[in-house]
């Protein structure tokens, strides 16, 4: 069984940087894509980036406006989102998700869901 473990959430200050990562483990191999979602308070969840096992063609949604970046070491099976310049907007519930589609934006999607981490933007 696929599992996905998110980390590195926290309380910051508006303009701080996080990165937060994401183990996945259950027996995969390659060809999976990963990507990340936010779910803000009061809002529906948000698909913020995708990247294929390749690394190549990464799909990003509108909310990473050049301040996030996504990438993945597949040697540790492992994606990350690095978030810059943080904003009291940015205050969510963070998610990875897996997929063995290509690319995808969709939530129902992806088979695969960690947990969530918690990132509060502070003021």
């Known amino acids: 069984q696929v599992r996905l473990v998110e980390s590195g959430g926290g309380l910051v200050q508006a303009g701080d940087s996080l990165r937060l990562s994401c183990a996945a483990s259950?027996?995969?191999?390659?060809?999976?894509?990963m990507a990340w979602f936010r779910q803000r308070p009061g809002k529906e969840r948000e698909f913020l980036a995708a990247?294929?096992?390749?690394?190549?063609?990464?799909l990003l949604g509108p909310s990473m406006a050049g301040r996030f970046s996504i990438s993945r070491d597949n040697a540790k099976t492992t994606l990350y989102l690095q978030m810059n310049t943080l904003q009291p907007d940015d205050t969510a519930v963070y998610y990875c998700?897996?997929?063995?589609?290509?690319?995808?934006?969709?939530?129902?999607?992806?088979?695969?869901w960690g947990q969530g981490t918690q990132v509060t933007v502070s003021s």
């Open positions: 259950g027996g995969i191999v390659s060809g999976y894509t």
């Open positions: 990247i294929p096992w390749s690394g190549d063609r990464t």
């Open positions: 998700a897996l997929t063995w589609r290509y690319r995808s934006d969709r939530p129902v999607d992806f088979e695969f």
